[in-house]
T-cell receptor, first 118, second 113 residues
């Protein structure tokens, strides 16, 4: 178990460009989450996958944002036509639904991808 | 909407002493979990401790313990025998349904020798 990994760790881009981040969860974790954290704030939930199904999306996730988890393993988060307001740390977390119920599992976080939009 | 309040933006403690970080939250759920996470300057979020809402016994994890008051919706974190490595941002986060964690604004803990 090597933990949750995220790539790249840092991304600098110009406004209007598209960016894609990758998250590799802890192996055999079936749940995967994306959060966004701006400076001085706690993380805010963006979206959640159970296996390959995207089960919830925050209103924060505008139509410029899309997330996928095609085979129920790694996930990608793409931001199209980036804006300066997208500058933030993007955190990925994973968990395992051992008990099968809601609100039961512990989320483990990756190191994050810091996005800077110039 | 679920809300989490951490009323202490910053706390200071000396090494070997004890400090308590406060957290209150709002939820209509009856069954849920609560977490404290630590985020050092390197910014990787690390799990500190977890509490199941249905358990009356407060969780402990080595030097870390919680005081969970379900009726008051209060979930404070006590750090005993503070160490320099405890310096970090601490976030309280209930998991109150639909899997997502709701984070407070955090408390910055400063530890002095």
């Amino acid at each position: 178990d090597t933990g949750v990994s995220q790539n790249p760790r840092h991304k600098i881009t110009k406004r209007g460009q598209n960016v894609t981040f990758r998250c590799d969860p802890i192996s055999e974790h079936n749940r995967l989450y994306w959060y966004r954290q701006t400076l001085g704030q706690g993380p805010e939930f963006l979206t959640y996958f159970q296996n390959e199904a995207q089960l919830e999306k925050s209103r924060l996730l505008s139509d410029r944002f899309s997330a996928e988890r095609p085979k129920g393993s790694f996930s990608t988060l793409e931001i199209q036509r980036t804006e300066q307001g997208d500058s933030a740390m993007y955190l990925c977390a994973s968990s395992s639904d051992i008990a099968g119920g809601a609100s039961t599992d512990t989320q483990y976080f990756g190191p994050g991808t810091r996005l800077t939009v110039l | 909407a679920q809300t989490v309040t951490q009323s202490q933006p910053e706390m200071s403690v000396q090494e070997a002493e004890t400090v308590t970080l406060s957290c209150t939250y709002d939820t209509s759920e009856s069954d849920y979990y609560l977490f404290w996470y630590k985020q050092p300057p390197s910014r990787q979020m690390i799990l500190v401790i977890r509490q199941e809402a249905y358990k009356q016994q407060n969780a402990t994890e080595n030097r870390f313990s919680v005081n969970f008051q379900k009726a008051a919706k209060s979930f404070s974190l006590k750090i005993s025998d503070s160490q320099l490595g405890d310096a970090a941002m601490y976030f309280c986060a209930p998991n109150t349904g639909f899997q997502k964690l709701v984070f407070g604004t955090g408390t910055r803990l400063l530890v002095s020798p």
